[in-house]
Nanobody, 115 residues
Framework: QVQLVESGGGSVQAGGSLRLSCAAS?????MGWFRQAPGKEREEVGR???????GYADSVRGRFLISRDNAKNTMYLQMNSLKTEDTAMYYC????????????WGQGTQVTVNP
């Protein structure tokens, strides 16, 4: 069983930055960030493997950076050059096994980007 807790969300002006954190209890392998805006389907923002390989959605590549601190069992999402369309609830997720499946989810943290 893995528990995930996101933090760091808030309200920011377009062009600004935010850093989200996802603290995990339990063994984690591949971890990912997802987001869901009102009226839209959940989409993957990006993921990071246990050895630090990353992948990003086209919409955020070059603006967002995912990292992890395995000693702290924490994943981060550095969001730069934020746009109003980045407004969403952001969730982190992980698998309890060494493959990129997302079984465990956090409760989410809201990010609002104002014009």
């Amino acid at each position: 069983q893995v528990q995930l807790v996101e933090s760091g969300g808030g309200s920011v002006q377009a062009g600004g930055s935010l850093r989200l954190s996802c603290a995990a209890s339990g063994r984690t392998y591949c971890m990912g960030w997802f987001r869901q805006a009102p009226g839209k389907e959940r989409e993957e923002v990006g993921r990071i493997t246990s050895v630090g390989d990353t992948g990003y959605a086209d919409s955020v590549r070059g603006r967002f950076l995912i990292s992890r601190d395995n000693a702290k069992n924490t994943m981060y999402l550095q969001m730069n050059s934020l746009k109003t369309e980045d407004t969403a609830m952001y969730y982190c997720a992980t698998s309890g096994v060494p493959v990129c499946t997302f079984t465990y989810w956090g409760q989410g943290t809201q990010v609002t980007v104002n014009p």
